[in-house]
């Protein structure tokens, strides 16, 4: 046989193999940015962006002794190095109280700034802003798929190549999961949805690690009205996409189920959903281009102000990235409502 029975796996399972095993796709050296570009590699008005949601996010806490950042899945600690580098311009002595974590599965990068602490799991008390770029997406899911009766089960998958057969029903807790947040009734066969319950929990442990503050979530979303029908599993290498084969040499990735994320990790006050674009500008990123008076006047200031329009335009194209989805996830009321680190809803 091609595939003999010890190489099927769930998706679940296997892909947290490829992904984070000793030999996973996010320990190699290259690191995440060797394969993909996300916001924060696009342009320094991210960090910039991340940097004025801290500020706004300290004042509504009342500038605390010690304000965190915490960066999930970061990387190589490429998002906290550019807002570590904005620091010395912080007003309110905000640089001195800053604390920086970066919480990232592989091994802490040689020479990382001794300031950023390094952590698999989120630093537990903090107070200030929990920041989770592409984080979610990374989570490994199990993926179901409708059979010719319109039964959800279990995808099996070869570790070999990704060859692909049906295994058992979806029962339990993943059950209900998909009855709530992505039901497949009626459904056509075929029909796919990706298992989001570890994601709705691993959300619900980062938001919980705050004391209090902001927790945000950025990545590819859908909400329950609409699911894409055969889900959004996707692999990555070398800046394209590729078929999902979990044997460490691709990145894989599906979207997230941000509004279920959001109902995991509950209470009050309640989330926000909203679009990267819309996020983006709130915080002052705007691909305007300059005016063309600035050009007579000063040159080198116009093609500055030229060059940000275009990384703004790009961070914030609602055919690109500014169709991330963010999920702002309040934790005490002082970052909540009108007065908001993004303002009213």
């Known amino acids: 046989m091609a595939n003999d029975m010890g190489e099927w796996r769930g998706w679940r399972v296997a892909a947290e193999a490829a992904l984070y095993g000793a030999k996973g796709f996010f320990r190699r050296a290259e690191g995440p940015a060797g394969h993909f570009r996300t916001s924060v590699h696009a342009s320094p008005l991210y960090a910039r962006a991340v940097a004025e949601l801290l500020g706004r ?10 304000l965190a950042l915490v960066d999930m899945g970061a990387g190589r600690g490429e998002l ?42 989120p630093p537990e008390g903090a107070t200030g802003l929990l920041f989770a770029n592409e984080w979610l997406d990374n989570v490994p899911v199990d993926i179901a798929e409708t059979d010719a009766d319109g039964v959800p089960r279990r995808v099996e998958v070869s570790v070999a190549d990704g060859t692909e057969r049906l ?37 619900a442990r980062a938001v919980a690690s705050l004391r209090a503050g902001l927790a945000v979530a950025v990545d590819y979303a859908h909400e329950r009205a609409a699911r894409p029908p055969f889900g959004t599993l996707t692999g990555f ?40 674009r ?22 080198t200031a116009y093609v500055r102000a030229l060059s940000a329009a275009g990384e703004a335009a790009e961070l914030t194209d609602p055919a690109g990235l500014g169709a991330f989805g963010w999920l702002l996830q309040p934790v005490g009321p002082a970052c909540a409502g009108p007065g908001g680190p993004l303002g009213a809803s």
């Open 57 to 66: 996010v300290d004042e509504a806490l009342g500038r605390p002794e010690e």
């Open 80 to 121: 906290l190095t550019a807002v570590l580098a904005l620091a010395p311009g912080m007003p309110h002595g905000r640089a001195a109280r800053l604390r920086l974590y970066a919480v990232e599965r592989a091994a802490r990068p040689a020479g990382l700034d001794g300031r950023i602490a390094w952590h698999d799991t």
């Open 167 to 203: 295994g058992p029903p979806v029962r339990g807790a993943d059950a209900d999961w998909l009855a709530r947040w992505w039901p497949l009734d009626g459904a056509e066969p075929g029909s796919r949805a990706e298992l989001g319950r570890p994601r709705d929990e691993a959300w």
């Open 237 to 276: 290498r070398d800046g394209r996409e590729v078929r999902p084969v979990p044997d460490g040499s691709c990145d894989l990735t599906a979207h997230v189920a941000l509004d279920a994320c959001a109902a995991a990790a509950g209470g009050e006050p309640p989330p926000r959903l909203l679009s990267q």
């Open 278 to 299: 819309e996020a983006l500008r709130a915080l002052g990123v705007d691909g305007g281009r300059p005016p063309l008076s600035l050009a007579s006047r000063d040159p």
